[in-house]
């Protein structure tokens, strides 16, 4: 059985630049939250998607948008990056049950940004 | 302002000793507490949970207590082994019955020495 599967493993783009970041849930998880994780601190909860739809949002600007497909895998868009996007973006799926909160991570994308 | 604290950033523990990693939170919403471990290169693992309506969990060698009244709580590792040497997050959450984001600690990185 597969864990949390990110793509790619470390990117490095310009300021100003889109990316796109890719992530498949464990087997059987319809959930999916994305986090930021920057040097020295914590993962920073950016948003949540279940039934293709955004359930919820952290404090982050516009220019971070998702998508959740119907097998349940998402995608995370940064537009118009900036220095500070630099950092290991992680995926975590779950499977909606109530007070079930145990999220499954993946290994994370390394985005740097020059 | 962060919500959930780890004031240690390391520890360091001999072989067969107990770990203890201290974690406060500030937020008296929150009624879910999580532990995860991370290794380097490799996304945080789910260790073990408590709910605010308890005061202590235990997992084998891992057990977590909360002082609810301290708006406290922490990981006992007993007997602590060289595999244990990690990065260890606090994460609370706070939606009761429901699949909320997570908000974490910077984490505590653990060396456990032989």
Redesign the interface.
Known sequence: DAGVTQSPTHLIKTRGQQVTLRCSPKSGHDTVSWYQQALGQGPQFIFQYYEEEERQRGNFPDRFSGHQFPNYSSELNVNALLLGDSALYLCASSFDLLALNEQFFGPGTRLTVL | DQQ?K?NSPSLSVQEGRISILNCDYTNSMFD?F?W?KKYP??????LI?I?SIKDKNEDGRFTVFLNKSAKHLSLHIVPSQPGDSAVY?C?A?GL????????????TKLSVKP
């Open positions: 959930v780890q879910y999580l995860y290169a490799e996304g945080p693992t789910f949970s709910s997050f994460a959450s009761r019955g429901s699949q909320g984001n997570l908000i974490f600690g910077k984490g």
